[in-house]
């Protein structure tokens, strides 16, 4: 499809980069908590807290990454990242223990966060007058390597052989490992200049820190496709095991064709807002129909499945089309890698409670579970709008460039 693909650029090298990693985050989204529980036969419980112990340990590296992106200069501190995440996630071969596991995992988590972090900065240089809906555009192209790699966990998943779950860890890191070399394509971003006063501003801005703890607890939504699902449609429903793939398909499709719509429709923090609160009421809803797919026919959990990952999608268009808007809008540009590490705090406290909390209210405690857990999005998507005003009226003022600066030529920098 022709929008899909950017003109020659720095946009058509970023996407490239980010479409390779994807591939590779496709396999582990799917597969990942299988490959620690079915070919590793380290328990649920015990894969829940590892992913949980590497996100609290996680959560402060986007920060520290993000303002050295700032500073030393985005191209070079993102593909580190990625080469350290390649790193780590070849390592998950080794991890034949908790501990083993729970190394391996806080390393690999921690890059990818710092990661994102990292590339904050070259999405805002190179994203044009608004880098929200090349940040829309990415997750489109996010969302087709993920169903390539999909495609391919489905047939590791099929398998379901020590060799086969292997592979899978092998292509991930190969994955990882391309798209550090294809960020290196891209010129340099220089650093922006330290602007006077506190050094760690975005530590400092209370509403935004506010609306980071919202946005992380709505975030632990991404966990009810790659945990949830795989373990509920395996332990609790008569579903057949490639419906896993078939699911992120669906997602995957519905997201290509739909985020950057979505995202051109809310392009104010105040349409944000309210995308918040649709997303929280969806998720609900979703949640209940997942929870009925338990003792029906498999052709029955099936089609309810279907329609909950559905319906669930449809709050994550709206969802990730709000932190797009509101995580940039109110981030000052001399600060964006800080200021959107800071709010990768959200994601980071999803990596950290949402595993082991979605195992404990979903798969341990059952269809309640998934009614207390759908309860919970709703009650944040309700209190997103009030965070947001809150942030808009303390939104810190732009430092005005020296002269110096304004001189200087985008394409230098």
């Known amino acids: 499809m022709p929008h899909l693909l950017p003109e020659r650029g720095p946009q058509r090298t970023i996407a490239a980069s980010n479409f390779v990693y994807t591939v590779g985050s496709g396999l582990y989204l799917t597969a990942g908590v299988l490959y620690f529980t079915q070919a590793v036969h380290l328990p649920a419980s015990q894969v829940g807290l590892g992913l949980g112990i590497a996100g609290v340990l996680s959560l402060a590296v986007g920060i520290g990454v993000g303002h050295l992106a700032d500073r030393r200069g985005a191209r070079g501190v993102y593909a580190a990242t990625l080469a350290v995440q390649a790193l780590a996630t070849a390592g998950f071969m080794l ?11 806080c390393a690999a988590t921690g890059a990818k966060g710092a990661g994102l972090a990292a590339r904050s900065p070259i999405i805002r240089h190179h ?8 940040r829309a555009y990415l997750r489109a192209v996010t969302n087709i390597g993920i169903s390539i790699g999909a495609v391919l966990a489905g047939w590791v998943v099929q398998v379901g052989t020590h060799s086969a779950y292997q592979l899978m860890v092998v292509g991930n890191a190969l994955a990882f490992a391309a798209s550090a070399l294809i960020v ?17 501003t975005a530590l400092r801005d209370r509403p935004y820190l506010a609306l980071t703890v ?8 991404f966990k009810v496709l790659t945990v949830a699902v795989p373990l509920w449609l395996i332990a609790a ?5 490639w419906l896993i793939s078939a699911t992120m398909l669906l997602n995957t499709v519905v997201v290509v064709t739909c985020q950057m719509r979505a995202s051109r429709s809310i392009d104010t923090p105040a349409a944000g807002a309210l995308a918040y609160r649709r997303s929280g009421f969806a998720f609900l809803l979703a949640c209940v129909l997942i929870s009925l797919t338990q003792d029906i026919p498999g052709w029955a959990a099936a089609t309810l499945l ?11 268009l709206w969802h990730a089309a709000a932190g797009f808007e509101v995580s940039f809008a109110l981030a000052p540009e001399r600060a964006t890698g800080q200021y959107l590490g800071v709010f990768g705090l959200g994601a980071g406290l999803a990596e950290a409670a949402g595993p082991a909390l979605i195992i404990f209210l979903c798969i341990t405690w059952g269809r309640p579970g998934w009614y207390v857990m759908g309860a919970l999005f709703a009650l944040t998507g309700l209190a997103a709008p009030l965070a947001v005003r809150w942030a ?11 002269e110096g600066e304004q001189a200087r030529s985008p394409a230098t920098a």
């Open 95 to 105: 991890a034949d223990g908790f501990w083993p596991f729970v190394i391996a995992v």
């Open 306 to 316: 279907l329609a909950g990952v559905a319906v669930h999608t449809i709050g994550e």
């Open 184 to 200: 290196l394509r891209l010129r340099p971003v220089a650093p922006e200049p330290a602007a006077g006063g506190p050094r760690w």
């Open 127 to 134: 994203g044009g007058d608004r880098p929200q809906e090349f």
């Open 237 to 241: 429903t008569e579903a057949p095991h």
């Open 392 to 402: 808009g009226r303390h939104r810190p003022a732009q430092q005005p460039r020296s």
């Open 214 to 221: 919202l946005d992380g607890i709505m975030a632990i939504q």
